[in-house]
């Protein structure tokens, strides 16, 4: 017979079966016809064995979780957006595939896959001990092992692409350090699907049926107990982590009473934040898209959930040691590189990025502004510049640190009224808007285009910062002080809507402040222009405009096309490499626009550069602190830069240069 060569011959002695180059591939899956007292008994011990260690491992996990302390805001509700969210991201998997399609598909076929081999893997046991429940034979039983055979194959090619991925192409976010666990239980994986399917080339009655049988569930039962303690727990935890993560984006919950002071100790991690971290897949996409971790620094989210699950492991949640190593005393048995490190904390933006790339529902930033609550309201974070913007909120009342007689020139001097009920919206200045020279510029401009629409809008006679950077460096005096005054501020001049030119202030105002009260409508000015777009002037300049989507503005409020609309009245929209929910941070959340000096490669300059190299000759902005952080970096990055424009400043230049004042 000719190598390769296919030969299909139908013999009657093996009904539902062909031959395929001399080898017999039956048309239903072969299994065993009889088990010795002997075998049952012993594939009933090996069952006991592999169902013990599995839980001997997983106790002290599940322990773990539910000893930690309760989430205070913890609500079931509402149950049909966690139902949605464990459909679309677990079942369907749209989250793993989206953001590394060919890998995350793969992954998908894995998952799909154990999915399909639930019922063939619970007969396969049944069957060991006498009690099988779909015989081969039968019409459903045939047709169900035939259609995990079509799964059995995608897995397996499946899992070996992720092999070679992970230990020969190596992509740097899986980690330098390589993993042989993972290798073995890729094998096993494979394994388990490759002695499925030989199943189908053999005929029962066999030795070689018997073989196949016991090479199976040998695999099958030394995967189990290795599940717990590695990063395959998440194929227990991680569709309970989506279901159960908290309601909102990169949501900071509340403080429980007076004495929670944030994460100090083990005594304060969460349930939620004890299910999180054990749920890591360890796959890296959180670093891949940490502005942090890829200019250099030293925060890794990655490593500050692994971190989080070291320290559980070694002390509890029960323990009074600090959870930052700053915190504790070095020695042999407590090296500060095993766990978390506060340098790391406080280098973050809070951009979201992390979160939105999860594949199985971990909620980075509350956790790090958490571990900044716990070092910076216990006096345990000693920095220069986080002092001094403190001392400026609550003294001066804005970041900037600046006198609000500064604020009452500006207002003068734009003739902007006074809000005093009658107006249609309360126009929120914010720190930038307010006292920064550019800033000033932006809602100028945006005055302009409300005049523009008969719009009428006043300012308040006293407004403060909303307390953002405060919120997000872990100070929660200062940020309630900044909110309550602002609810009493709104609520004193009776405002109804309130429009703001900065995305920080939006999310602050609308979410954060909801502790302590909840204050009017607001809305960012790109979506304010947006429903009024055909009543705004449409600009034939040709003119290319790269926009950058602000985190504040996209991932925390998920606007994304209000803005894209401004700009494609202005000139022609460039989309830059990364957009939408992929943006890349310009640096300044978290409050890190205001300490200073940063480590590594700066953030802005990064995201500068990115915009720069689209060659669109002009930059448009949605947020001040994008605005600011661009100025400098784009003359940095090029020698002949973009112009840097906010979407209000596009809009407003082609408006009749003399308007009068909406009243």
């Not at 890591?280 to 500050?304: Q, Y």
Request: include cysteine; charged fraction near 20%; proline fraction near 5%.
């Amino acid at each position: 017979m000719v190598a390769g060569s296919f030969v299909a011959v139908v013999e009657p002695r093996y009904a539902g079966s062909i031959l395929l180059s001399g080898l017999s591939v039956s048309a239903s899956l072969a299994e065993p016809d009889r088990f010795s007292w002997s075998e049952t008994a012993l594939f009933a011990v090996l069952v006991l064995a592999s169902a013990g260690l599995f839980f001997w491992r997983f106790g002290p996990i599940l322990r773990t979780i539910v000893r930690s302390k309760k989430d205070a805001d913890f609500s079931l509700q509402p149950i049909g957006r966690r139902v949605w969210d464990f459909v679309w991201e677990v079942l369907c998997q749209t989250k793993v595939i989206k953001q590394r399609p060919l890998p995350g598909l793969a992954h998908a076929f894995v998952f799909w896959g154990f999915l399909a081999f639930a019922l063939v893997s619970l007969n396969h046991l049944a069957t060991g001990i006498r009690v099988g429940f779909l015989p081969p034979a039968s019409y459903v039983g045939n047709f169900y092992f035939l259609f995990a055979a079509t799964w059995a194959l995608l897995v397996a090619v499946s899992i070996f692409g992720l092999f070679v991925r992970r230990f020969f192409v190596r992509p740097i976010w899986l980690g330098k350090k390589i993993s042989y666990e993972s290798g073995f239980i890729a094998f096993l994986i494979f394994l388990l699907m490759v002695t499925y399917l030989a199943a189908f080339f053999v005929n029962g009655g066999g030795p070689a049926v018997k073989a196949l049988w016991w090479t199976h569930t040998l695999a099958l039962l030394v995967f189990l107990p290795l599940i717990p303690h590695t990063k395959h727990l998440h194929l227990v935890l991680s569709p309970l982590t989506v279901f159960l993560k908290r309601d909102g984006f990169s949501k900071i919950p509340p403080l429980a009473g007076d004495e929670d002071f944030g994460l100090v100790t083990g005594k304060d991690v969460t349930q939620l934040i004890s299910l999180q971290t054990y749920s890591c897949v360890e796959c890296g996409r959180c670093t891949e898209h940490c502005p942090a971790s890829t200019t250099g620094k030293v925060l890794n989210p990655k490593e500050i959930i692994l971190g989080m699950r070291s320290y559980l492991n070694e002390f509890g949640p029960a323990s009074d040691m600090s959870l930052l190593t700053e915190g504790r005393v070095t020695s042999p048995d407590n090296p500060p590189a095993k766990y978390l490190s506060m340098e790391a904390a406080f280098e973050c933006t809070t951009c979201g990025s992390c979160e939105y790339q999860c594949p199985v529902g971990i909620q980075h930033v509350p956790i790090i502004v958490g571990l900044r609550r716990g070092a910076t309201n216990t006096g345990v974070w000693e920095d220069t510049y986080g002092t001094k913007l403190f001392l400026a909120l609550e003294k001066n009342g804005n970041a900037l640190g600046l006198s609000a007689i500064e604020r009452d020139k500006f207002i003068q001097k734009q003739g902007f009224p006074i809000f005093d009920g009658t107006q249609e919206y309360c126009l929120w200045l914010g720190c930038m808007g307010g006292y920064d020279p550019k800033g000033r510029e932006i809602i100028a401009d945006f005055a302009r285009v409300m005049n523009h629409l008969g719009t009428t809008f006043g300012v308040l006679k006293k407004e403060k910062c909303t307390g953002d950077p405060a919120r997000r460096l872990g100070n929660d005096l200062v940020f309630q002080t900044m909110a309550e005054f602002g609810l009493k501020a709104l609520e004193t001049a009776k405002v109804q809507k309130i429009v703001a030119i900065c995305p920080h202030c939006v999310r602050t105002i609308s979410n954060d402040w909801r502790e302590y009260g909840i204050a009017p409508e607001i809305e960012h000015h790109s979506e304010f222009m947006a429903r009024h777009k055909d009543r705004l002037p449409k600009q034939a300049s040709g003119e290319s405009i790269v926009y950058h989507d602000p985190c504040y503005l996209g991932r925390y409020q998920d606007v994304y096309e209000e803005p894209r609309e401004i700009v494609a009245q202005a000139g022609t929209l460039v989309e830059a490499p990364r957009s939408h929910e992929r943006s890349f941070c310009c640096g300044a959340g978290g409050g890190l626009a205001f300490l200073g000096e940063e480590s590594g490669e700066r953030v802005s300059h990064v995201r500068a550069s990115e915009l720069a190299k689209t060659g669109a000759q002009v930059v448009g902005t949605a947020c001040p602190f994008c605005n600011t952080m661009f100025r400098d970096a784009l003359s940095a990055v090029s020698t002949a830069p973009p112009q840097l424009l906010d979407i209000a400043q596009l809009t407003a230049r082609a408006l009749p240069e003399t308007q009068e004042m909406s009243q």
